[in-house]
Structures are given as structure tokens and as C-alpha cells.
């Protein structure tokens, strides 16, 4: 009986690195000096600038979370479950923790000394290299310009972001991951997770995912006799499973762990649960490929109290973006990422309205990004499109419903204007009567536009077709896209009116190729990149897109790559169109970080030759697309 709680110690050891790399006998050794912790929820076991304990420390049942401060915010870092190890610093830098270690549940730890442990270092390199590579994924490097790339060069300071850690680059993700059908035991799928030292199996049917099951659903369901281990797999499953598909960017990837609050992620060959299976990427893979967190805007949001707070965060992510491009960073990464903390920021707003107005909303709604925004596509913050929907109400409660929405939104757009967000001039904002609608109202006034169409209709659809719900009741929103695709059923007119209007605009050359500038106004001699390159892709895109019925794709880029797939004889040229919009998006960027402005009216004696030429090439596909137009929908004579 002596020896009973150090042989299970061993027996626990043996099952994980760096333990498995020594003898039963040493081993068994070792576990006679460890020492148990029982942590409760929320109790810390060790806190930053604490000086070190000559232990480190390995889970045995729990989890531990590690955590930074970043301007007096306690930011994850890793979460550590069963046989992780942690507390490294004391083996590399004998001074003071770098991080706070508290138990997100009640957990055992086993505490191992360094000083019985240090011998079997020397021993075996694969200990040596496991303990590294821990401690340098787990904290930043303290020798990195003493000795470069012995650890991973990281920087110390977290409290200012830099866009040169890898937020947009692709992800790492592990390839043939194990899975098994639904209906294997969980018996089996245990086995399975212990002969392979993995911590989930994914559920398959026919190669596409249908569920996964992690150490936590073994844990909480078989563990508590809740579910009995004869059971199928689909028993104890998590479904649906959450897709990416491989070109996902590590930020990306961190901000759907953080909104989804899981810790595994599905790859499959085009990011949907409708494609294959092609690996599986962790929460901890991610803390590992990257040591600045981009999660971390996502905390700054959720712990402002005011719109200044978030106005802060808005200028953070500006500098964001200008050193993403500064980096040649991808543009089509930074505006997903821009598009989420954007949505974050517009999200936190809206609940801060709704606790200033003291009252609940009477019933639900949706609040809908319109224009730019509506297509993930602001970079400079500009000026509010915005619209809401709620739910149909008796004719009895209408107006009381609509008095409690449109004073809601008028105090969403005045923290929205303070953010930097300015108010829309032509007033397209939900504060506006016209735009918070019931859901049977936004349906006739889409109706009215599509089967009733003029210039004044065809403006408005070109800002509100784009639409995205960011905030509420998705459904609402989905009832409107839903009733548009049914109106717009061999609707020819009204094709023949907005493919009209995506032509307004045509290349913007002279006759000897000279970039044509704006004649007068305001901003006369400049170049409006907007208006004369920008806008004429966009709304040639939507037109083709609607065209074809496709829905649930908003961006300029994406849609053009839709129709690519969709129309493989004009393949090239959508492809075309769609790195033409990038490059011009990528050029207003630049220009507007560059003179603190929109980056919409360029002055082209401040340009290079080399600019001017890249401005030149990315127009010949508008030429080209607006062909495409006049002979798809008959415009060669409409008027």
C-alpha cells in the first residue's frame, strides 16, 4: 500500500511526453517526490512577476489557463488539460513567472521537482528539445537577441500589437486526422484517441464531417456514467462540427474559436460541412503558431464600457491594418479580420444601446450592414449604411414597437458616430423611418424596387442588396433574402435596369489612355477610385451574381470567384476582375492611411509611374466585364 499513490502517479506519467521518454523504474522514482495539488474553480496556482517555485507542473484531471496582462486586462494565453505540462521557467530563466496559471475548473495537479527531474535532461535530447519546444510555445523568449533561433523569436511585449507576428498567414493544420462513423462505440473511439495520443476523433459520413468527440465529451458524458461507453459515437458527439477550409488565416481561425467557444476546428476542401474532410487544427495549435493573440481586440470590445473605449480599439485596428499592408499581408485576409472586430465593435455598441434605453426590445430584430460594410470590404472607416428588421408585430402594438426600435437605433448611430463611424449624409441609416422596417415591410419595399424599377429604386438597391445581418435574429434577415430570389424570378426589367446602372461608370481612360479626372467641384484635377473603378466592379458583380441566384455571398472578390466556378468559359475573366478589385481596394488603402482620408480622390501627379501603371492594368477587365453586361442582359439601346 506504500507505494500505491506513487505507481499511479507513474502509471499517469508514462502515458505522456517527456514522460514516456523514461525507464518504468526511474520513473516510478520520480513520482515519489511529486507532490498533488487540488485546485478549486478560479484558484491560481502560480501569478505573473511571481518568483518561480522549483517545480513545474503536469494536469492530472481539469484545466489550467495561462493568462497575460495587457493594459491591466487578463488575456488568455493556453488552456492546459489532462498530461499538458506548463510552469516551464524556472528550467530556462530563473527569475520571475511571465504568466498567471489559474484552474478554469476544479483540477489535480501533480507538481514535479526540477531539481530530481534536471538529470534526465542530460540524459535524453528528446526530453531536452519537448521542453524547448513547451516553453517556447507557451511563453515568450527571453534570449531572442542573445541567441536568435534557439527559441521562437517573439516579442516580449504584448501590450502593442504588431501585424509581423502571423495573424494572416494560412494556417497549420494536422493532416489525415483520425475519424470513424457515427455509429463505431465510444469504447472503440477511446481506443482509438489513447493509441494515437490525440485528443478528439472527427465523425464522418462518406468522408464529409458530421460531429467530433473530444477528451471533454468522454470527460462529462462517459466519465459521469451519463452515457454508458457501449453507446455509438453519435451518442456523445458534438454536431454540427465547426469547418474551415485550409487557406483560413491563423486570425481567422482565432476568432472563430473565441465566438464559437471550442477547441477543435474541422478543415475540409472548401470550408463547409458539404466537402471533405482534410484535417484538423486545435486551439493550442494556434496558441503555438502565434504568440500575439489577435483575440485580443476581441477582449478589448468586450471589456470597453463607453464608445471612446471602442473608438481606442477602432484606431488600434487601423494601425492593424496599415502594418498588414505594410507587410504585403494579403488584403482579402485583412478585410475578413477588419470585417470581424468591425462586427465585434458594432455588436458591443448595439448592447450598450439597449442597456442605455433601460428597456428590453419588445420583440426581436436584426441589424443590417449595408454597402461596404454589408460586403466586408471597409478598410478606412467611412461614413454609417446601416438598416434594421424586426420581427412582424399586431397592428394594435406596431407603433409602439417601431418608436422603441427607431430610438434605439438613433442611439446606436450617435455611439457608432463617436467610434468614427460619421453619420450617412443621404441619411441611409436604421435611425431613419424609412430603414427600421417589420420584416413584411422591408419584404413590399424590395418588392416595389424589384417589380417597379427606376433610377431612384436601382440606387437604392445597389446600397441595400448588400445587406448583412450582424447583430440579432439572423431568420429575419434570411426571410428577406429568401422573398428577394422568389421576386426576382425572370424579372428581366429590373435586370435591365441594374446591369444599366452598373455600366454608369464606364473604364475610366481617355482616348490616349490617360486616367480621366474629375472636371470641377471640390475635388476637382483628382481621381475618384471609387466612383470610376472601384464601383463599377462592384456593381457588375452583384448584377451577375443576382443574375444567377446565388445567394449568401456579398463581397466584390467572392462573388466574381462564384461566378468563375459557375462559368468556367469566362473563367479567366471573372478571375481577372476579382484581383483587379483587390489590387484597387489595396491601392484606395494605402492612400488613405497614407494622407489620413477616405484614399477616394487620388492626386496622380503624387503618383510614380509604377502606380500609375498598376491603376492602368486594373481597368481593362471593367472593359471587359461591362461587355459581358451589355450582351447578357440586352443594354446596347436600353435607356
Request: glycine fraction near 4%; aromatic fraction near 10%; proline fraction near 5%.
Amino acid at each position: 500500500m506504500k507505494n500505491s499513490i506513487p505507481k499511479r502517479i507513474a502509471d499517469f506519467l508514462k502515458n505522456y511526453p517527456p514522460f514516456e521518454w523514461i525507464s518504468p523504474e526511474k520513473l516510478l522514482l520520480l513520482a515519489q517526490e511529486c507532490e498533488i495539488i487540488h485546485l478549486e474553480k478560479n484558484q491560481t496556482l502560480f501569478s505573473i512577476h511571481q518568483n518561480t517555485e522549483p517545480f513545474f507542473y503536469v494536469v492530472k484531471e481539469g484545466a489550467i489557463g495561462l493568462f497575460k496582462r495587457i493594459d491591466n486586462n487578463k488575456i488568455p494565453v493556453d488552456e492546459c488539460d489532462e498530461g499538458d505540462i506548463f510552469g516551464l521557467r524556472p528550467f530556462f530563466a530563473e527569475n520571475q513567472y511571465a504568466m498567471t496559471a489559474t484552474a478554469n475548473e476544479e483540477s489535480l495537479i501533480y507538481a514535479i521537482p526540477i531539481i530530481i527531474f534536471k538529470p534526465f535532461i542530460a540524459e535524453n535530447n528528446n526530453i531536452l528539445n519537448y521542453l524547448l519546444s513547451s516553453f517556447a510555445s507557451n511563453t515568450r523568449n527571453p534570449y531572442d537577441k542573445e541567441h536568435p533561433g534557439k527559441l521562437l523569436s517573439v516579442n516580449e511585449t504584448i501590450g502593442e500589437i504588431s501585424i509581423k507576428t502571423p495573424f494572416f498567414q494560412p494556417i497549420t493544420y494536422t493532416k489525415n486526422p483520425i475519424w470513424v462513423s457515427s455509429k463505431t462505440s465510444v469504447q472503440d473511439v477511446a481506443k482509438l484517441m489513447t493509441k494515437h495520443k490525440i485528443g478528439s476523433v472527427l465523425i464522418e459520413e462518406n468522408q464529409f464531417p458530421t460531429g467530433i468527440i473530444t477528451d471533454k465529451d468522454l470527460r462529462t458524458k462517459i466519465a459521469t456514467g451519463r452515457i454508458p461507453i457501449t453507446a455509438n459515437a453519435s451518442a456523445i458527439m458534438s454536431s454540427p462540427v465547426v469547418t474551415i477550409s485550409k487557406v483560413t488565416s491563423i486570425a481567422e481561425a482565432q476568432l472563430i474559436f473565441l465566438k464559437n467557444n471550442i477547441s477543435h476546428l474541422c478543415v475540409t476542401e472548401n470550408g463547409t460541412t458539404e466537402s471533405k474532410i482534410i484535417g484538423i487544427i486545435t486551439l493550442h495549435d494556434i496558441f503555438i503558431t502565434q504568440a500575439n493573440n489577435p483575440a485580443v481586440f476581441l477582449k478589448w470590445i468586450k471589456k470597453a464600457t463607453t464608445a471612446k473605449d471602442l473608438k481606442e480599439v477602432r484606431n488600434k485596428l487601423t494601425q492593424l491594418i496599415a502594418d498588414g499592408l505594410k507587410n504585403n499581408t494579403p488584403i482579402n485576409h485583412i478585410s475578413k479580420l477588419t470585417s470581424e472586430i468591425n462586427t465585434a465593435i458594432i455588436g458591443k455598441v448595439i448592447q450598450m444601446a439597449i442597456d442605455e434605453v433601460s428597456e428590453k426590445p419588445p420583440v426581436t430584430f436584426a441589424w443590417l450592414n449595408l454597402g461596404s460594410q454589408g460586403r466586408k470590404e471597409q478598410l478606412l472607416i467611412t461614413d454609417q449604411d446601416n438598416a434594421l428588421v424586426f420581427e412582424d408585430v399586431s397592428e394594435d402594438s406596431y407603433h409602439e414597437v417601431k418608436n422603441y426600435f427607431l430610438t434605439l437605433s438613433k442611439v446606436i448611430t450617435r455611439h457608432l458616430n463617436t467610434v468614427g463611424y460619421d453619420y450617412c449624409p443621404a441619411e441611409m441609416m436604421a435611425s431613419n423611418p424609412k430603414w427600421c422596417l417589420s420584416v413584411s415591410e422591408w419584404k413590399k419595399q424590395f418588392h416595389h424596387w424589384i417589380t417597379i424599377p427606376d433610377e431612384h429604386s436601382i440606387m437604392l438597391c445597389s446600397i441595400f442588396f448588400d445587406f448583412e445581418c450582424v447583430y440579432g435574429n439572423e431568420e429575419l434577415a434570411a426571410k428577406i433574402s429568401k422573398n428577394i430570389f422568389k421576386d426576382l424570378y425572370k424579372k428581366n426589367l429590373f435586370f435591365a435596369y441594374l446591369g444599366s446602372d452598373a455600366l454608369k461608370n464606364p473604364p475610366p481612360l481617355g482616348f490616349f489612355r490617360q486616367l480621366l479626372v474629375e472636371q470641377d467641384g471640390k475635388h476637382k484635377d483628382t481621381f475618384d477610385i471609387k466612383s470610376r473603378a472601384i464601383m463599377p466592379l462592384v456593381d457588375a458583380a452583384r448584377v451577375l451574381i443576382l443574375d444567377k441566384t446565388i445567394s449568401g455571398i456579398n463581397n466584390t472578390s467572392a462573388r466574381f470567384e462564384a461566378m468563375a466556378n459557375k462559368e468556367p468559359e469566362n473563367k479567366e475573366l471573372f478571375i481577372s476582375c476579382a484581383n483587379a478589385f483587390l489590387d484597387l481596394i489595396t491601392f484606395r488603402t494605402q492612400e488613405g492611411l497614407k494622407h489620413n482620408n477616405s484614399g477616394r480622390f487620388i492626386h496622380l501627379e503624387a503618383l510614380n509611374k509604377a502606380d500609375k501603371l498598376k491603376l492602368k492594368n486594373a481597368f481593362k477587365p471593367i472593359q471587359d466585364v461591362q461587355s459581358v453586361l451589355k450582351n447578357r442582359f440586352n443594354l446596347t439601346y436600353f435607356t
